[in-house]
């Protein structure tokens, strides 16, 4: 098997969301449930977090909304390590 298709094969199949998340990084990601999946912690956690000022977790004055743009998580994640 050549080594092209054996990284094909361990990739996850692709659905909406990772199409969206490939064709589209900078798309914001709506709700904490989204948020928290993206984050790979629980709702309560991303909530928690959306509470910190260093963390890009948005929701606008008067909504019960929130959201963030999956870049800036990413880019969050990375300098967490």
Do not use: H, N
């Not at 990772?18 to 709702?43: F, M, N, T, Y």
């Not at 956690?45 to 000022?53: D, E, I, S, T, Y």
């Amino acid at each position: 098997m050549t080594m092209a298709k054996q990284e094909k094969m361990e990739q996850p199949p692709l659905d909406r969301w990772r199409a969206d998340a490939v064709l589209d990084p900078e798309r914001k990601i709506w709700g904490l449930g989204q948020i928290a999946e993206v984050l790979g912690v629980s709702v309560d956690k991303a909530r928690a977090l959306a509470k910190l000022p260093e963390v890009p977790i948005y929701r606008p004055a008067g909504s019960g909304s929130y959201f963030a743009f999956r870049s800036e998580l990413m880019i969050w994640l990375r300098g967490k390590c």
